[in-house]
């Protein structure tokens, strides 16, 4: 199977004042072992497409004995996508599914109606010095998905697209990307994918999409001569002819998609076009309704105050 082709660099992209809708500057936050740095939601904007939670996770160097640690917690109205660069994360939740998720795998959960998760160390990991990097982020379910029945999906490197050419080695992670299409079934328009740019590449980014966003999570990039460093959210401006360059290589996000239907309520790990919905979930995990994650039953974390 020959590679989709990557077309060449735009000769009238836009000027960076036109083509840049917004720039983000992730959120620093502390968590102990590790920090993480939360691009979305933001203060600028919500959501780009249906994504409506976007944090990137190290880079960290974790010693023996140190390691994710997130003990059962719930979700509705949204679906969690956990990519890595480096390192290892297991994953566990309400619907027995066990699974350890490595670079370049795909571990995408829809919690739908409501489901409880964990995200570990293994305890073999825990045994060794080793980096953790990677991006957790969330998908807005549409209205009409937002009461569907939660459900677990892992892919693994080998099914995901993958095209390398002219500099660029591009995982296609959810929707379409230069032609090739990733397996995983999204309930709303929504295009995902890692770009890995060598010195001296050239990214067009493609125009279907109605909302575009880049994340820069190595290196720095430069779009009509503006230049960005690494932990920087740029969204585009709809339609715009776009080039991202790299004069010494990075690693960058691509995603987005068409706008949500309408604006959605988030409150700690709940996402819900209804208010009422978010106060009923609130609810349900004090006064334990929702399942228990079969392996990890015995910690939870608290509703907050």
């Known amino acids: 199977m020959s590679l989709p082709h990557i077309p060449d660099p735009l000769p009238g992209d836009a000027a960076a004042a036109d083509a840049i809708e917004t720039i983000i500057v992730p959120r620093v936050r ?5 920090e993480v740095r939360r ?22 160097l974790m010693r023996k004995g140190q390691g994710v640690n997130v003990r059962p917690h719930p ?5 969690t996508v956990t990519w890595l660069f480096d390192g ?36 073999m990991e825990l045994a060794r010095e080793r980096k953790v990097f990677g991006i957790q982020s969330w998908v807005a379910l549409p209205k009409e998905y937002e009461e569907t029945a939660p459900a677990f ?14 500099g660029l080695d591009v995982r296609v992670i959810a929707g379409s990307l230069f032609g090739a299409s990733s397996p995983v079934k999204t309930l709303s328009e929504t295009f995902y994918g890692e770009v890995v740019m060598a010195p001296g590449a050239a990214l067009p980014v493609p125009v279907e999409h109605e909302e575009r966003g880049l994340y820069i999570a190595e290196g720095q990039v430069e779009v009509a001569g503006q230049s960005f460093e690494s932990g920087r959210l740029i969204v585009f401006r709809a339609g715009d002819a776009i080039t991202v360059r790299t004069k010494n290589g990075a690693r960058v996000m691509l995603l987005g998609g068409e706008p949500m239907d309408g604006p959605r309520h988030i409150w700690w790990n709940f996402v819900s076009s209804s208010k009422d919905r978010i106060e009923a979930a609130k609810n349900d995990w004090k006064q334990a309704r929702f399942d228990i994650v079969p392996g990890d039953e015995k910690e939870f974390i608290p509703l907050p105050s």
């Open 30 to 34: 502390d968590l102990g072992d590790f």
């Open 39 to 60: 691009a979305l939601p933001a203060a600028q904007r919500q959501m780009v497409g249906p994504f409506i939670f976007f944090d990137q996770m190290g880079p960290v």
């Open 75 to 79: 979700h509705i109205g949204l679906a």
């Open 88 to 123: 290892q994360i297991y994953h566990r939740d309400s619907l027995g599914s066990s699974q350890a998720i490595a670079p370049g795998e795909l571990n995408w959960m829809t919690a739908g109606r409501g489901i409880v998760h964990s995200e570990r160390t293994a305890e």
């Open 153 to 166: 999906l892992h892919v693994g490197s080998g099914e995901l697209p993958r095209i390398e050419a002219d």
